[in-house]
């Protein structure tokens, strides 16, 4: 039979390697995100103002 300690050292490990990679999924939602919002910016841009402000928004934004 394992010990108590052992079977707890299995669980904290296997919890620290859970973590990491909801951390790694959280990070790489952010990307994501940043870029969804630059999206819809720019959507709103072309709804609001016309599609003439919203291209010179994007080469701004682009730094063309």
Do not use: W
């Not at 300690?5 to 995100?33: F, P, W």
């Amino acid at each position: 039979m394992e010990s108590m300690e052992t079977k707890l050292s299995v669980h904290d490990a296997i919890c620290a390697q859970r973590y990491e990679r909801i951390n790694e999924s959280l990070d790489s939602g952010k990307k994501r995100m940043k870029t969804i919002e630059i999206l819809l910016y720019i959507t709103i841009a072309a709804v609001l103002l016309g599609p003439g402000v919203a291209a010179e928004f994007v080469k701004k934004l682009l730094g063309f």
